[in-house]
């Protein structure tokens, strides 16, 4: 048989680009408190229809409502609000200094900070997160020290990390923050291993892992979701869709024919679907994906829905690719205005102690760059050249002794 029209080859293209109106109209979203809550205990196949809905509990008003309402007390939530102010202070002040020729390079996470916060607050000290480079507010809520975080950003002579690696790949084991590495998704597959070994131990950590919507098109992604499934690996796995893979838009990964969520029922796991900006809903989704990994129940998949409201990094302009204005049309809103929105109309909150917090955070922050710059910023002071060789190995074998010793050290 021959076709008898031509083939044609579908290349996805974006709603809107520059100069064009943003346009989210292709966008379902359903309201708030709308998707149901299952029991962890319900079978996967009892739960194929939530990947394609999307839970959130902060509605318009700013009030939290339906069955995933985790009931948090104001404590919590003003430390999640605090955690992501930090993270976006800290985001607005190291961009600044990267523009000063201060540091290499920096990446934002503007509208993504609930995700890292609400999920490090969720879990427990010994549960390991496999991060990606836009989840900064899992160490902020942690409490990591930020002159660590300068430092390191600054490759000085006291960067943790011994200015081996890029500004803000963090490494940080004790506040459950695997290390952090340049390849997209390569650590997908670790955060599976890790959970697959704390079963194989009877121990009771579980791991989660982070993957952009962009990196889901890497085989990393099918490999960690085919072992989590076989195993019933203790783990949770997100996909953080933000939209954009810098400048490729989610269509490109597969989102104009489904959900990333969806992608969960293939390998008879539970997918869900969550407003990644609703730093309450994040929170409970993790707390039941948490609750069935501990239970032995195995993995979940959980696409958090939400916006990169920044450029991709301080090498990325993305007015070249999308309109400028598109961030402010997000129909999910900002995640910060709408936690704090929540708290004032519980009357936990004004706007008065918002601003004092602000400002109370920029004044940290500016102490620890000011700090950091004491020691020095890029290229001003360094680790020892000596310590380029260490650690390649767990003892220096000869072929790091000779090298060290050709360039006299
Ligand atoms: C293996 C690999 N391929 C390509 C790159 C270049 N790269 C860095 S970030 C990025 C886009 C990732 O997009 P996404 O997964 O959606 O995450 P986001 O940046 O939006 O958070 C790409 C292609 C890389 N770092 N590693």
Sequence with gaps: MTNSKPLHLHVPEPPARPGDKPSFSHLVIPEAGETRKPDVTDSESDMRDLPY???????????????????????????????????RVFDERLFRVHRQGKTSF??????????????????????MCFPTYRVMSWLMARDYPLIDMVNQIFSNEKDPLKGRQLPILFSARDYGFYSLSGNVGSRFGHAVGWAMASAYKGDDKIALGYIGEGTTAEGDFHEALTFASVYRAPVILCVTNNQWAISSYSGIAGAEATTFAAKALAYGLPGLRVDGNDFLAVWSATKWAAERARNNLGATLIEFFTYRAAGHSTSDDPTKYR???????????????????????????????HEALTDELSETVRAAVKEGEAVGTLGQSKPSVREMFEGVFAEPDWRVLEQRREVGI
Excluded at 56 to 71: H, K, S, T
Excluded at 106 to 127: F, N, R, V
Aim: hydrophobic share 40%.
């Design 53 to 87: 809905g999307l839970v959130r509990v902060l509605d318009d008003n700013g009030a939290a409502i339906g069955p995933w309402d985790p009931g948090l007390s104001p404590d919590v939530l003003r430390k999640g609000l605090r955690s992501m102010l930090l993270t």
């Design 106 to 127: 920096y990446m934002k996470s503007t509208g993504e900070e609930a995700i890292g916060a609400a999920q490090s607050l969720a879990l427990s000290q010994g549960d």
């Design 323 to 353: 309109p400028a204005d598109e961030a402010e049309h997000w129909p999910l809103g900002d995640p910060l205005e709408r936690l704090k929105h929540h708290l004032i109309s519980l009357g936990e909150w004004d706007d008065e102690r």
